[in-house]
Protein backbone atom coordinates (compact mmCIF):
# COMPACT_ATOMS: atom_id res chain seq x y z
CA UNK A 1 0.00 0.00 0.00
CA UNK A 2 1.57 3.40 -1.33
CA UNK A 3 1.73 6.11 1.34
CA UNK A 4 -0.83 9.21 1.54
CA UNK A 5 -0.15 12.25 -0.52
CA UNK A 6 -1.26 14.97 1.41
CA UNK A 7 -1.09 17.30 -1.86
CA UNK A 8 -3.37 14.54 -4.11
CA UNK A 9 -6.25 16.47 -4.33
CA UNK A 10 -4.97 19.94 -5.25
CA UNK A 11 -3.02 18.00 -7.56
CA UNK A 12 -5.87 16.32 -9.22
CA UNK A 13 -7.77 20.07 -9.08
CA UNK A 14 -4.94 21.91 -10.64
CA UNK A 15 -6.39 22.88 -13.89
CA UNK A 16 -9.18 23.80 -12.64
CA UNK A 17 -7.59 26.25 -9.94
CA UNK A 18 -8.30 29.56 -11.73
CA UNK A 19 -11.84 29.46 -12.64
CA UNK A 20 -12.98 27.85 -8.86
CA UNK A 21 -10.91 31.12 -7.96
CA UNK A 22 -12.64 33.52 -10.25
CA UNK A 23 -16.00 32.05 -9.08
CA UNK A 24 -15.16 33.08 -5.81
CA UNK A 25 -14.44 36.25 -6.81
CA UNK A 26 -17.60 36.80 -8.46
CA UNK A 27 -19.67 35.49 -5.41
CA UNK A 28 -17.81 37.80 -2.75
CA UNK A 29 -17.90 41.20 -5.78
CA UNK A 30 -21.49 40.43 -5.43
CA UNK A 31 -21.56 39.98 -1.82
CA UNK A 32 -19.72 43.50 -1.26
CA UNK A 33 -22.04 45.01 -3.41
CA UNK A 34 -25.20 43.98 -2.30
CA UNK A 35 -24.16 44.13 1.56
CA UNK A 36 -20.91 46.82 2.05
CA UNK A 37 -22.13 46.82 5.69
CA UNK A 38 -20.41 42.82 6.20
CA UNK A 39 -16.72 41.51 6.40
CA UNK A 40 -16.32 39.17 3.92
CA UNK A 41 -13.52 36.71 4.73
CA UNK A 42 -12.35 34.61 2.34
CA UNK A 43 -11.26 30.55 3.32
CA UNK A 44 -8.00 29.09 2.79
CA UNK A 45 -6.72 29.52 -0.70
CA UNK A 46 -9.84 31.61 -2.09
CA UNK A 47 -8.60 33.48 -4.80
CA UNK A 48 -5.38 32.95 -4.01
CA UNK A 49 -3.36 33.03 -7.85
CA UNK A 50 -0.62 30.86 -7.13
CA UNK A 51 -0.25 26.68 -6.09
CA UNK A 52 0.37 26.44 -2.19
CA UNK A 53 2.04 23.54 -1.06
CA UNK A 54 -0.02 23.63 2.36
CA UNK A 55 -3.27 22.61 3.80
CA UNK A 56 -6.35 24.45 5.67
CA UNK A 57 -5.94 24.18 9.14
CA UNK A 58 -10.06 22.46 8.41
CA UNK A 59 -10.63 20.31 5.57
CA UNK A 60 -13.89 21.45 4.07
CA UNK A 61 -13.45 24.95 5.03
CA UNK A 62 -15.82 27.33 3.27
CA UNK A 63 -14.86 29.77 0.98
CA UNK A 64 -16.18 32.61 2.31
CA UNK A 65 -17.25 33.61 5.87
CA UNK A 66 -19.79 36.92 6.19
CA UNK A 67 -19.65 39.04 9.39
CA UNK A 68 -21.84 41.84 10.81
CA UNK A 69 -18.99 43.23 13.52
CA UNK A 70 -17.98 40.12 15.29
CA UNK A 71 -21.48 38.36 14.87
CA UNK A 72 -21.44 35.36 12.50
CA UNK A 73 -24.18 36.36 9.16
CA UNK A 74 -22.87 32.78 7.68
CA UNK A 75 -20.87 30.74 5.50
CA UNK A 76 -20.71 30.59 2.08
CA UNK A 77 -19.83 27.23 -0.23
CA UNK A 78 -18.89 28.54 -3.64
CA UNK A 79 -18.72 26.05 -6.27
CA UNK A 80 -19.69 25.19 -10.02
CA UNK A 81 -18.40 24.21 -13.50
CA UNK A 82 -17.61 25.41 -17.05
CA UNK A 83 -20.44 23.70 -18.51
CA UNK A 84 -24.21 24.35 -18.58
CA UNK A 85 -26.66 22.83 -15.94
CA UNK A 86 -29.90 23.28 -16.31
CA UNK A 87 -33.35 21.39 -15.85
CA UNK A 88 -33.83 18.34 -15.61
CA UNK A 89 -29.97 17.84 -14.54
CA UNK A 90 -28.28 17.48 -10.97
CA UNK A 91 -26.16 20.21 -9.35
CA UNK A 92 -23.24 18.47 -7.81
CA UNK A 93 -23.00 18.57 -4.07
CA UNK A 94 -19.60 17.10 -2.83
CA UNK A 95 -21.11 15.26 0.47
CA UNK A 96 -17.91 15.98 2.10
CA UNK A 97 -18.20 19.49 2.38
CA UNK A 98 -22.52 19.19 3.17
CA UNK A 99 -21.21 17.12 6.31
CA UNK A 100 -18.98 19.65 7.65
CA UNK A 101 -21.61 22.57 7.23
CA UNK A 102 -24.14 20.29 8.99
CA UNK A 103 -21.69 19.70 11.72
CA UNK A 104 -20.98 23.33 12.22
CA UNK A 105 -24.80 24.39 12.19
CA UNK A 106 -25.36 24.75 15.86
CA UNK A 107 -22.90 28.06 15.52
CA UNK A 108 -23.39 28.92 11.74
CA UNK A 109 -25.55 28.93 8.89
CA UNK A 110 -23.67 27.84 5.19
CA UNK A 111 -24.93 28.55 1.79
CA UNK A 112 -23.96 27.36 -0.88
CA UNK A 113 -23.73 29.20 -4.01
CA UNK A 114 -22.94 27.41 -7.71
CA UNK A 115 -22.14 29.43 -10.65
CA UNK A 116 -22.55 28.01 -14.18
CA UNK A 117 -22.00 30.00 -17.22
CA UNK A 118 -25.96 29.93 -17.75
CA UNK A 119 -26.97 30.01 -14.48
CA UNK A 120 -26.78 30.46 -10.69
CA UNK A 121 -28.23 28.56 -8.37
CA UNK A 122 -27.99 28.65 -4.46
CA UNK A 123 -28.92 26.00 -2.34
CA UNK A 124 -29.55 25.58 1.86
CA UNK A 125 -28.65 23.14 3.91
CA UNK A 126 -32.56 22.05 4.42
CA UNK A 127 -32.83 21.95 0.50
CA UNK A 128 -29.66 19.82 0.16
CA UNK A 129 -30.60 17.75 3.34
CA UNK A 130 -33.79 16.63 1.39
CA UNK A 131 -31.84 15.21 -1.33
CA UNK A 132 -28.35 13.34 0.67
CA UNK A 133 -29.53 9.99 0.14
CA UNK A 134 -29.35 10.77 -3.27
CA UNK A 135 -25.53 10.00 -3.53
CA UNK A 136 -23.41 8.83 -6.39
CA UNK A 137 -20.03 8.25 -6.41
CA UNK A 138 -17.92 9.89 -9.78
CA UNK A 139 -14.40 9.73 -10.98
CA UNK A 140 -14.11 13.29 -12.33
CA UNK A 141 -9.99 13.37 -12.10
CA UNK A 142 -8.36 9.83 -13.00
CA UNK A 143 -8.02 8.13 -10.12
CA UNK A 144 -9.89 10.22 -7.65
CA UNK A 145 -13.27 9.28 -6.93
CA UNK A 146 -15.77 11.53 -5.12
CA UNK A 147 -19.36 10.82 -3.82
CA UNK A 148 -21.47 13.67 -4.64
CA UNK A 149 -25.47 14.42 -3.45
CA UNK A 150 -27.25 14.87 -6.66
CA UNK A 151 -29.73 17.89 -6.28
CA UNK A 152 -32.23 18.40 -9.01
CA UNK A 153 -31.15 22.22 -10.43
CA UNK A 154 -35.24 22.55 -10.62
CA UNK A 155 -35.52 22.57 -6.90
CA UNK A 156 -32.51 25.72 -6.61
CA UNK A 157 -33.09 28.84 -5.32
CA UNK A 158 -31.97 31.82 -7.13
CA UNK A 159 -29.93 34.20 -5.58
CA UNK A 160 -32.24 36.82 -4.46
CA UNK A 161 -33.41 33.65 -1.67
CA UNK A 162 -29.77 33.74 -0.34
CA UNK A 163 -29.69 38.20 -0.34
CA UNK A 164 -33.12 37.62 1.07
CA UNK A 165 -32.01 35.27 4.09
CA UNK A 166 -29.18 37.55 4.76
CA UNK A 167 -30.90 41.01 5.04
CA UNK A 168 -32.93 38.90 7.59
CA UNK A 169 -30.12 37.60 9.26
CA UNK A 170 -28.36 41.06 9.41
CA UNK A 171 -31.67 42.32 11.27
CA UNK A 172 -31.84 39.47 13.24
CA UNK A 173 -28.22 40.33 14.46
CA UNK A 174 -28.72 43.86 15.14
Not at 20 to 38: I, M, T, W
Not at 94 to 118: C, S
Amino acid sequence: MSEFDPEFWKKKYASEWKRGKDRVRYVREQLESRFPQLVIKKGFLAERNNYVKTSPKEKHEPNLMLYLGKSIVCDIEVSGTYKEVKPPEDIWILQGKFVHAMNLRKDRETWFYMVYPNYEYVLSLDLIDRFKDNTEVFELKAGALETYIKVPCKEAYQKNVLFGWIDKRIKQIK
